[in-house]
């Protein structure tokens, strides 16, 4: 079922969705599995799925020079989706990237999960490889969401990169794409930001999903500013718990998010990450509520594979 489709059936209930990464290259999916097996009595509606494009890592030869190797730590996205709509009948949502995709390399993955049955995928330009200072897409390939977005849309109409295919199926994606309440790290404005979300949405985006945060307020007011400037489609707020005491700077950094100085305070007086992460369940358990009394139509959690610390806030709240 699509996300969008989701949200219209439950109109007065919010539900909830998480995110997971794929295990490192050399583990099994019994990994995934196990993640996934505590969360499934709270009845999540769809799962969504990282992509981790090739990076490159620099190995020394025998003759002491330095050789660049091309690496990818976590491959599986499109084989967990399959495995995660066998298993549980939950739709899984992959991820699908500029960085890393030719054109073609994008038509030929979307035929890929477009076959395995999946409505659902997320868009998303992706992060500069570690190696590089900014972001450079492939030779023929994407720099922007909108244009991929738009690649997708066109899909679903039939309209292949070949103009000479005929009778060409058409796809049926529900388009995601992120929004960030507190602006992209890159944008040079909040209203720049915000004038390039709409221009993903006007591409054929479907939803938004929000980058994380810690404060409702934040994503209360992403919410009216969006609706201000014509974006209509769900909005769908991006959660975690914050659970060790590196995180306080970490998560900032990493994600360029503020953090409530309640929040700051208490975690920072905390004597071990034990009770540290004791305080940030409980936060995310108060913000889960608040988003629900203010009717939020779904909570999406970032798990980053910690399923019981998920377990924890969703028993409180579902």
């Known amino acids: 079922m699509k996300i969008t489709d989701h949200i219209k059936n439950s109109p007065e209930k919010t539900i909830f ?6 295990p490192l290259k050399g583990q099994n999916i019994q990994s995934i599995f196990d993640a996934i097996d505590p969360l499934m009595e709270y009845d999540p509606k769809f799962i969504d799925v990282t992509y981790h494009r090739e990076e490159y ?3 020394e030869r025998e003759d002491g020079l330095l050789e660049k190797r091309v690496v990818r730590k976590r491959p599986g996205t499109v084989g967990i989706c399959a495995a995660i709509q066998n298993k549980y009948h939950v739709d899984a949502v992959p991820h699908i990237l500029c960085g890393g995709f030719t054109r073609e390399d994008t038509e ?12 659902n995928v997320v868009a998303l330009r992706g992060d500069a490889v570690k190696t590089e200072t900014y972001f450079k897409p492939e030779k ?37 794409v992120s929004g960030y309440p507190e602006k992209h790290m890159e944008a040079a404005s909040f209203q720049q930001d915000l004038y390039h979300l709409k221009k993903k949405v006007e591409a054929g985006a479907d939803y938004i999903i929000t980058q994380m945060f810690f404060d ?8 009216d500013n969006c609706r201000a400037a014509g974006i209509t489609v769900p909005i769908i707020p991006g959660i975690k718990p914050l659970v ?3 995180q306080l700077s970490m998560i900032p950094h990493r994600f360029s998010v503020d953090l409530p100085n309640d929040l700051v305070i208490a975690i920072a007086k905390s004597k071990d990450n034990k009770e540290a992460k004791e305080i940030g369940i409980e936060w995310c358990i108060e913000q889960s509520k608040d988003l629900i009394k203010n009717n939020a139509p779904v909570l999406h959690y970032y798990s980053m594979g910690k399923s019981a610390n998920l377990e924890r806030v969703l028993k409180e709240v579902f």
Do not use: R, W
Not at 17 to 22: G, Q
Not at 108 to 119: A, H, K, P, S, T
Not at 145 to 170: F, H, R
């Open 17 to 22: 969705s998480f995110e997971i990464l794929p």
């Open 57 to 59: 890592d620099y190995i």
């Open 108 to 119: 030929n993955f979307l035929i890929e999960v477009d076959f395995l049955g999946i409505q």
């Open 140 to 176: 023929n390939g994407h720099i922007y969401a909108k244009d991929l977005v738009e690649q997708i849309a066109q899909m679903n109409k039939g309209k292949y990169l070949d103009e000479t295919l005929q009778n060409s199926s058409c796809t049926n994606f529900n388009i995601g």
């Open 216 to 223: 409702n307020s934040k994503y209360y007011e992403f919410v």
């Open 244 to 246: 060790t005491k590196s």
